[in-house]
């Protein structure tokens, strides 16, 4: 069953950033959410690589190859930004200036452990990158992920089985199909695809959940893949 693309689930994780906050955006479907924050709201997205004031990505005809994310992505900047060196963009994450991260994971536990590297994975190993320090020193941790692996054993788990990149430090989860914080109880899912029953979120997640009193549909626009 097809769930949301990756400009659908940072589309989502966007709308939910409060204004007047300091964002830090992981590489890979984090950084998306730069492009999708909603009209008005006045945020500044701190990219790892030294750039406060990270604007939507650069269209082609604007692009400058010396302005990138952490992720190389070609950006623009915001009114207000500016350009520090990587000690300063560290001691900011560190010194727990960044409001929230948004990191994308392999696997999150019920008590808010996620791993977001393995290993195991061929020709590339290790790949932790900044994501300890971000996931210590930011204010709150949120995660995006597809709901399952490839196959399709679940992501949401009770313990992580791969290598912790954090613990307990994840507050909230987007993934293709759900929005999910995490409590002190465990998995509270906020929000589910129309199309998936809870039964079948049930099948599909690897740890308990309870449905949030204010437990109501996911609903997305439709968005290019």
């Known amino acids: 069953m097809p769930g949301l693309n990756r400009n659908q689930m940072a589309w989502r994780a966007a709308q939910d950033i409060a204004d007047g906050t300091v964002i830090n955006l992981g590489i ?3 950084v998306l959410a730069s492009d999708h924050l909603p009209a008005g709201r ?8 030294g750039v ?8 082609p005809n604007e692009a400058d ?3 990138v994310d952490a992720g190389s992505r070609t950006i623009t900047l915001r009114s207000g930004a500016t350009i520090i060196d990587s000690t300063a963009s560290f001691a ?8 929230v991260t948004i990191l994308g994971a392999f696997e999150v536990a019920a008590n ?9 994975i061929p020709d590339k190993g ?5 994501a300890m320090d971000l996931a210590v020193g930011a204010r709150e941790v949120w995660a995006i992920m597809e709901h399952n692996t490839r196959q ?12 912790l990149t954090a613990v307990r430090c994840v507050r909230r989860v987007f993934t293709d199909i759900a929005v999910i914080d995490v409590t002190d109880a465990g998995f509270v899912v906020r929000e589910l695809l129309p199309d998936v029953s809870v039964e079948r979120l049930h099948a599909r997640t690897g740890a308990p959940f309870t449905l949030a009193q204010d437990f109501k549909p996911l609903v997305v626009p439709p968005l290019p893949v």
């Open 92 to 99: 900011m994450i560190r010194g727990g200036h960044i409001d």
């Open 112 to 120: 808010g452990d996620f791993a977001n590297w393995d290993s195991r």
């Open 126 to 130: 290790p790949l932790v990158g900044g």
């Open 42 to 49: 006045d945020v500044f997205f701190q990219s790892e690589n």
């Open 52 to 59: 406060i004031g990270v604007g939507p990505a650069a269209a």
């Open 28 to 30: 890979g479907i984090p």
């Open 152 to 163: 399709g054993a679940p992501r949401l788990l009770e313990r992580c089985a791969l290598p």
């Open 65 to 67: 190859t010396d302005l």
